[in-house]
């Protein structure tokens, strides 16, 4: 009985995973790499569980974003991901050392649902917040493989902030870059 029960309690944790990033408007493809589910199951899950709502949780086709540049594009989101990081450091989402290995250990069903945590927490903190889920996915996979963008600190306060893999010089954050020029 104990294996089966085992099975059961799995299967659900991966089914609230499902649900959680659903809501939150993730791609098939993205569910399918944190929970395991085969997009048939996933899609069955939407229909059942969301099906009434499903016009208030929209679904997003095509490719999950790939583009670093995205969260220094302005300084907006510069501020929105280093409190989206923040949140992703405290649910210890960004490993110590990051590394490619690091990158492809990461989703799994704890981790799963310490992200969506992490995401609701920076949703709430900034009521007008334009990362997307998707793209917080796609940064906590940035941080924990450190390829392309790593967790950093300013040199002044040492407030985290989000820097390029080999930043040109010291990093401050917005704070202390406003206090210099001014
Ligand atoms: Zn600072």
Redesign the pocket.
């Known amino acids: 009985m104990r294996i089966s029960e085992d099975r059961y309690d799995r299967d659900r944790q991966r089914l609230e995973l499902a649900l959680r990033f659903l809501t939150h408007e993730a791609r098939t493809q993205t569910i399918r790499v944190w929970t395991g589910l085969s997009d048939d199951r996933i899609r069955k899950l939407y229909r059942s569980y969301l099906g009434r709502a499903a016009c208030y949780v929209p679904r997003h086709r095509g490719k999950s974003p790939h583009q670093a540049a995205y969260f220094t594009r302005s300084l907006r989101i510069q501020q929105e991901t280093a409190v989206l990081a923040s949140f992703f450091a405290l649910g210890r989402l960004v490993p110590a050392e990051p590394s490619a290995a690091a990158g492809s250990a990461l989703p799994d069903i704890a981790r799963g649902h310490s992200l969506c945590t992490a995401f609701e927490t920076y949703t709430i903190m900034i009521p007008t917040a334009v990362i997307s889920f998707e793209y917080a996915v796609f940064l906590a996979g940035c941080l924990a493989r450190g390829d392309q963008l790593r967790l950093g600190r ?1 040199c ?2 040492a ?1 985290m902030i989000v820097v390029e893999r080999f930043p040109i010089r010291e990093k ?2 917005q ?2 870059a406003g206090e210099q020029r001014g």
């Open positions: 300013c002044d306060c407030g401050r954050c704070h202390c």
